[in-house]
């Protein structure tokens, strides 16, 4: 018997190191990046002991025969994995630790308090003397995970769990609520720490570039996915969802995520921790069918199985493939070939009378967004030369084409890329002693525990420069920073003020029977922490 790896699966990776066996894969040394969509267990070589399900953060370890409904096809796409690449020992070392150091010999600050910055604040507080400021501009933490994780994913929020231990650690200073850029400069930070890192993420979304984006229903998924989760830059859109179809273009795992969320149940909704204001819109929404639209053919589709096979089970949705291109080729890799094969059993299913869709289309490229004063619709070009253009009509148009990043004030941006230019985590061209990790230094890509290794080589960077001798100074004392900050009317909260924002959402839930009622403006929720 065996454990195996579904869904939730994050890419945290914590399970690898505690498997006496060593028989999840794939595994990569600090910052080198695995290219599959998730980890997997060899069933022949697992011995049933648990430890990878205790220590996985987000609930995606099942025993053989507790797989829920829905997963079963897990254990055979584990199983798979190992048909393809027979278990080796690993042989890379795992990421070098440093020693101890002097109270305050380095003082990093953070900035970004999502994913990437909380891996990264972790992996210095776990040296001895290592001093960390972690700062947000909102008055809440964990970024992506709160404002980006689909709410009906609720496992995967609990990933904010791994990072208590760094949240509740004395030498960790949390500033939420300052931005930097308004309250603080580059120059500043640089003044009261050794080393900058910026995790700040890729929060703009990318463009079509083709005629009609401007017009009012097309929107990027992006802000869509901020309105629904009650990010406070995003609270005040408003969605038209009148009309039966809306289009979404791209198929990454956003896409999925927001097709779900449009033609997701009341029941499902309300059980979740989407914004108030979205689920009262989405309670009146006419939507029936989301046309899901990629460019390229099935074989480069960017979801990824897990989240598409998940779609099977949407009580009410059908899931309709239009494809004649959906069989495997010799070197498709196992991912490939299962995502074949999940599309092909979607594209034999018969639809049933009543139910709401989800249309994959493929080899669609969108050449225009068609309306008068409002989207009527996308005309695509099928890629092949004799095959005409086709309208598909929709009321609402969301391009969920990647994010991008946005430069930050004195630190080189790379504008093509949307990052800054680094070295593995060193940015280059930038004052010594300036980092990068997460989405600004790699790109749109991975998910939530791909940061793990990401951090892990950025933070190796400031060690090196660190021992190396680049970084280090005197720095003034640790209130200094406060003083400055209060100078400036700047209103940091700290760690203990999100545990009352927290405790408050939760209790708002309670009363409606839900996990949390969020707040979604900056000013509820630093009157909320002030309360206390
Ligand atoms: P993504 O995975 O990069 O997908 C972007 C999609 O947009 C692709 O289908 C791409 O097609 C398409 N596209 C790009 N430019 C286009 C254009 N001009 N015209 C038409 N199509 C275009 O991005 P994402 O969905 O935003 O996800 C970002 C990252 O977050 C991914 O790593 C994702 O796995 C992760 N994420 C994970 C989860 C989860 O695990 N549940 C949830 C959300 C996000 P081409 O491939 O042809 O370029």
């Not at 501009?137 to 964990?142: A, E, H, Q, S, V």
């Given at each position: 018997m065996a454990y195996v790896i579904t869904q939730n699966c994050c890419k945290d990776a914590s399970c690898v190191p505690v498997c006496p066996v060593d028989c999840i894969r794939p595994v990569g040394g600090a910052g080198s990046f695995t290219g599959t969509e998730m980890l997997y267990i060899d069933p022949n070589s697992c011995i049933d002991c648990g430890a990878c399900q205790e220590e996985c953060p987000v609930g995606a370890v099942y025993y053989e025969d507790d797989v829920p409904a829905g997963l079963e096809f897990f254990r055979d796409i584990n199983a798979r994995y190992f048909e393809q690449h027979p278990l080796e020992p690993d042989h890379s070392a795992p990421p070098a630790e440093h020693g101890r150091v002097s109270p305050g010999a380095l003082r990093v600050a953070v900035v970004g308090a999502g994913p990437a910055g909380c891996y990264a604040v972790d992996q210095l507080l776990g040296v001895d003397g290592v001093e960390v400021s972690l700062i947000d501009?909102?008055?809440?933490?964990?970024g992506l995970v709160r404002a980006g994780v689909a709410p009906d994913h609720q496992h995967t929020k609990s990933i904010t769990k791994l990072f208590e231990r760094a949240f509740t650690n004395e030498r960790l200073r949390c500033y939420f609520n300052v931005e930097v850029g308004r309250y603080l400069t580059h120059v500043d930070l640089l003044a009261h720490h050794h080393a900058v890192i910026y995790a700040v993420g890729a929060s703009r979304s990318r463009s079509l570039g083709i005629p009609g984006e401007e017009l009012p229903g097309h929107h990027a998924a992006s802000e869509f996915v901020g309105w629904y989760n009650g990010h406070p830059d995003h609270v005040d859109w408003a969605y038209d969802l009148s009309g039966e179809r809306a289009v979404i273009i791209g198929n990454g795992n956003v896409a999925l995520d927001v097709a779900r969320v449009l033609l997701a149940s009341m029941e499902t909704l309300a059980d979740t921790d989407i914004a108030e204001h979205a689920l009262n819109a989405l309670e009146n929404s006419n939507i029936r069918e989301v046309v899901v639209l990629a460019r390229r053919g099935p074989r480069h589709a960017a979801f990824s199985i897990g989240e598409f096979l998940a779609l099977g089970a949407l009580p009410d949705v059908d899931i309709i493939v239009a494809s004649d291109d959906l069989e495997p080729e010799p070197d498709d890799d196992v991912e490939t070939i299962v995502k074949l094969e999940v599309a092909r059993d979607y594209a034999q299913r018969p639809a049933t009378p009543g139910n709401k869709r989800i249309v994959f289309r493929f080899h669609a490229t969108p050449t225009e967004i068609v309306g008068d004063s409002h989207v009527e619709g996308v005309r695509v070009s099928?890629?092949?030369?004799d095959a005409a253009a086709e309208l598909i009509e929709a009321s609402m148009v969301l391009r969920s084409t990647g994010y991008r990043g946005s430069a930050i004030a004195d630190v080189p941006f790379d504008d093509a890329s949307g990052t800054v230019p680094n070295d593995r985590g060193r940015v280059i061209g930038g004052v010594p002693g300036t980092y990068v990790t997460g989405w600004i230094k790699r790109g749109p890509r991975g998910v939530i525990g791909t940061n793990r290794t990401c951090a892990e080589q950025t933070v190796a960077r400031v060690w090196e420069d660190f021992d190396a001798n680049v970084i280090q100074r005197r720095l003034p004392e640790r209130a200094d920073l406060d003083a400055l900050l209060a100078d400036r009317a700047a209103g940091p909260l700290g760690w203990q003020d999100w545990r009352t924002i927290d405790t408050a959402e939760r209790d708002r839930g309670r009363q409606a029977s839900r996990p949390r009622v969020k707040f979604v403006a900056v000013d509820e929720m630093v009157a909320a922490a002030r309360k206390s």
């Open positions: 501009r909102l008055p809440t933490p964990f099928p890629g092949m030369p």
